[in-house]
């Protein structure tokens, strides 16, 4: 079982920047697909970005492309999410996730994800 834990989270202004780590242990790292999700106040759970096992494909969420940056370094057992450009709307609780299939059909469904972190707090003033 691989056990998640995310880092970096915090309290910003609108236009800043933020850069999420989660650092895995347990199972071997680099044969996985792993992603982000996030869960505003009051909302569902939501895709964000994720990363292939190599790095060499990436998928965003409609509403973060051009401003997130999904990266993973097979050697440190992490996985980053570059937030730059953030927003009010971006406030939630941040979540990676590891894939439950070696090549899962569709990464951007939390449904294709059996571990989770215990989630870090983003929060953007306006």
């Known amino acids: 079982q691989v056990q998640l834990v995310e880092s970096g989270g915090g309290l910003v202004q609108a236009g800043d920047s933020l850069r999420l780590s989660c650092a895995a242990s347990g199972r071997t790292f680099s044969d996985y697909n792993l992603g982000w999700f996030r869960q505003p106040p009051g909302k569902e759970r939501e895709f964000v970005a994720a990363?292939?096992?190599?790095?060499?494909?990436?998928y965003y969420a409609d509403s973060v492309k051009g401003r997130f940056t999904i990266s993973r370094g097979n050697a440190k057992n992490t996985v980053y999410l570059q937030m730059n450009s953030l927003k009010p709307e971006d406030t939630a609780v941040y979540y990676c996730a590891k894939a439950r299939a070696v090549v899962p059909l569709n990464p951007r469904q939390a449904y294709e994800y059996d571990s989770w972190g215990q989630g870090t707090q983003v929060t953007v003033s306006s």
């Open positions: 990363i292939s096992r190599t790095g060499s494909n990436t």
